[in-house]
């Protein structure tokens, strides 16, 4: 006689299946029927992933409007020009100055030393860099690095007043 292939599994929510396991050893199908018993059927894991993906996409979604929200503020107290780029570019570049900005300044002046003036003028230079691009490249530099990123910040990345440029 021959150990049997299709198996007969009640899942833990309740649900029976039947499996063929002819696919695995004789020897580790008992274990496996075992071990399938204690999860979800297909339909309810599926159902219970589906819900995860549309909980978590709702959360990020509103995490990112927190975000951009609290960018947006923040641009406008500190003046920062817009950023040129696709609409999605741009709101990603906004969130993107900001962290860098923020994270830079905690950096430079309050643990690094650098007096308000001299950051002022890094803030200016800041604000000369108007393409969302050039943001989103520089989202995971170090914030010390700023003030040499933007001075390497090419002609292409500020905007200029020549309409045929």
Not at 8 to 14: P, V
Not at 81 to 88: I, M, V
Not at 91 to 97: F, I, N, P
Request: aromatic residues 8%.
């Amino acid at each position: 006689m021959s150990v049997k292939k299709v198996w007969t599994i009640t899942h833990s929510c309740s649900h029976e299946s039947q499996r063929d396991l002819g696919d695995r050893p004789a020897d580790r199908r008992a274990g496996f029927a075992d071990w399938l018993a204690k999860q979800d059927c297909t339909d309810c894991w599926r159902a219970a992933k589906d819900g995860d993906e549309r909980d978590k996409a709702a959360w990020l979604e509103a995490k990112r409007a927190a975000e951009q929200a609290e960018s947006d503020a923040w641009s406008e107290k500190y003046r920062m020009p817009p950023l040129e780029g696709t609409e999605r570019g741009v709101a990603w570049g906004v969130r993107c100055r900001h962290q860098l900005l923020a994270a830079a300044y905690t950096s430079l002046v309050l643990d690094g030393g650098m007096s308000e003036a001299a950051w002022e003028q890094v803030e200016d230079q800041a604000r000369t860099v108007t393409r969302a691009g050039w943001w989103i490249d520089q989202r995971s530099s170090e914030p010390g690095d700023l003030e040499e990123l933007l001075e390497a910040a090419a002609d292409t990345d500020r905007p200029t007043e020549n309409p045929f440029a």
